[in-house]
């Protein structure tokens, strides 16, 4: 089992820059893939960016891939969403999630944090 807990969302103008960060629970964070969500109001949840264990593989969705980076410090037991030129589009709670391995689907979840994208 792993805790996720977000932070680092507020309030951007467009164009501007925002970094997400998950803090994982303790030495079995390394174990686990790690993905990025969002949902905006009245939409559902979708997928954002994938990474692996030790960051050797990475996947983006199209509607953010160039503009967003997924990356993990397992040191820190944490994984980072550094959001770049964004948009109000981008306006959503993000969350993000583990799992055990890619034959399963993700199973732990955080509670989210907010980011707001001014026009």
């Known amino acids: 089992q792993v805790q996720l807990v977000e932070s680092g969302g507020g309030l951007v103008q467009a164009g501007g820059s925002l970094r997400l960060s998950c803090e994982g629970s303790g030495r079995t964070f390394s174990s686990y893939y790690m993905g990025w969500f969002r949902q905006a109001p009245g939409q559902e949840r979708e997928f954002v960016a994938h990474?692996?264990?030790?960051?050797?593989?990475?996947s983006y969705s199209d509607s953010v891939k160039g503009r967003f980076t997924i990356s993990r410090d397992n040191a820190k037991n944490t994984v980072y969403l550094q959001m770049n030129s964004l948009e109000p589009e981008d306006t959503a709670v993000y969350t993000c999630a583990a799992r055990a391995s890619m034959a399963v689907p993700y199973r732990y979840w955080g509670q989210g944090t907010q980011v707001t994208v001014s026009s």
């Open positions: 990474i692996s264990y030790s960051g050797g593989s990475t």
